[in-house]
Each structure stands twice: as structure tokens, then as C-alpha cells.
């Protein structure tokens, strides 16, 4: 396996913490899809393909210069979309380009639940190739502890992150303040952070407060692509040692 790029990182080791955000589970409801859009800075919009609004809201997403992301169901997830272990490779493809039929513009791709399908070595190396063919992107959510995905990514050298902090595992404004306080800190700690929250009230009120206040507190929110190549595809140590994913 070769060395993961290390340039990125170092080229950046003096620069201000860096944060990237992503939005979950969107097209569903068009007025949380919209407080999502107003968000002032480069947050990234995971759209699942399933929702009423998906393909309007990447429409919009696109227009207004954010980043549209294809947020894949994978099982335990169920839907017309969703991936599950048992299906065939040419299944798994049919479903793909469905999703990414209803989702256009997508720059990449992010797991919507997924503990099972994230832990197939098999699906996973296939679906790092397809979307090293396609010249998408994939940001592991990290649903689970098993997940093979970020290392699968790594070894085929796709672009690719890990997400470091779930805001709203508990929807509340306090709970979800708590956590962005975490990704600060961890920022801090490791350089950057990459966040993915979900459009419950809660975080967007949070969010519509805390976000402008970042620059001040000496953090840098940077789009997903842009937090690719700072990371170079290294793992944190939360997830890897080194550099390189368990």
C-alpha cells in the first residue's frame, strides 16, 4: 500500500484549525432544507435520494454555491435505494445511479446509517473503485466501529474523509452546543475537525448562532473538498495510527 500523501498536511501545520460541516438527511422538509441553505459559510448538504424534495433541493444547493453530497442509504436502512450485503454487485450499481440520478450535482457520497454495509470488505472496495471512476468523493460517516470504509477508500487512494464529530446524538440546543464545543477543541487538538450534523432544530439554532463566531475564535470552516486535500487522506488518530486507517 502506498504512503498517504503527506504534503497537504504539512503544507497547512501552521495555518488556523480548520472545520468542515456537513448536513445529513436532507430533502425532506422544505423549511429545514432552507434554514440549511442559509447557513452563511460552505456547509456541505447530504441529500438523501428517497426524500420528496431531493432533487429541487440539489438543484438549489447547486445554484447557491454549496456543496451537494448523495447521503446513500445503507442497511439498516431500507428504501428502494438503499444498499444491503446481500444484494449483487449489478444491484448495488442500478441503485447507485438511481440515487445519484435523484440527487444531481453531487460532488460525493456519505453512508445514511450503513453499520452492516460499511463493515463489507467486498461492497466497499467495489464502491471505492466505482467512485474513483466516477471522480466522486466519500466521507465515512462512522457509524459504526467496524466500518472498513475509510481504509478501503485509503488503500484505493479515492478521496476521502472520516467524520470526527456527530453534533446531535441528543437533539438538544445544550447537547448539540456541548459537542461543537468538542469539535473546537479537537480542532484545536488535531488541526481540524470534520463535522455532521443533523437539520433538528436544535443544532440549527445552534448553528445559526455559533457558526459566524468561529472566525473569531481563530477556526477556519473550509468546504469538504478543500478539508480533503488539508487531510491528504490521512487518518486522525481516532481512527488510525500514523496516518494509516485500522
Known amino acids: 500500500m502506498s504512503e498517504p500523501n503527506t504534503s497537504a ?21 422544505p423549511n429545514r432544507d432552507r434554514r440549511v441553505l442559509a447557513l452563511p459559510g460552505p456547509v456541505a448538504l447530504a441529500i438523501l435520494p428517497d426524500t420528496p424534495h431531493a432533487t429541487q433541493l440539489a438543484d438549489e444547493a447547486h445554484r447557491s454555491g ?10 439498516p436502512a431500507g428504501g428502494r435505494y438503499a444498499w444491503h450485503p446481500e444484494l449483487p454487485v449489478d444491484e448495488l450499481e442500478r441503485r447507485l445511479d438511481a440515487a445519484f440520478e435523484a440527487v444531481p450535482h453531487a460532488h460525493g457520497v456519505n453512508n445514511h446509517m450503513g453499520s452492516r454495509m460499511t463493515a463489507d470488505t467486498a461492497a466497499m472496495s467495489w464502491l471505492m473503485g466505482e467512485l474513483q471512476r466516477r471522480h466522486r468523493f466519500f466521507v465515512d460517516s462512522r457509524t459504526s466501529a467496524a466500518t472498513v470504509a475509510g481504509a478501503t477508500a485509503q488503500r484505493v487512494g479515492l478521496a476521502s474523509l ?11 440546543a445544550d447537547a448539540v452546543a ?6 473546537v477543541a479537537l480542532a484545536h487538538k488535531q488541526g481540524s475537525v ?3 450534523g443533523h437539520p433538528y432544530p436544535a443544532t440549527l439554532e445552534v448553528l445559526e448562532r455559533e457558526l459566524p463566531r468561529l472566525a473569531a475564535r481563530g477556526i477556519d470552516w473550509i468546504g469538504v473538498e478543500q478539508m480533503i486535500a488539508v487531510r491528504g487522506n490521512r487518518a486522525m488518530a481516532a481512527h488510525g495510527k500514523s496516518g494509516i486507517y485500522r
Do not use: C, W, Y
Request: aromatic fraction near 2%; avoid cysteine; hydrophobic fraction near 45%.
Open 66 to 75: 454549496k456543496t451537494v453530497m448523495l447521503h446513500l442509504p445503507m442497511d
Open 194 to 196: 470534520v463535522v455532521i
Open 9 to 29: 498536511v504539512e503544507q497547512t501545520s501552521a495555518a488556523n484549525p480548520r472545520l468542515t460541516l456537513i448536513i445529513d438527511d436532507l430533502g425532506q422538509t
Open 162 to 172: 472520516s467524520r470526527d464529530v456527530f453534533l446531535d446524538n441528543e437533539p438538544t
Open 178 to 183: 456541548a459537542q461543537l464545543e468538542r469539535a
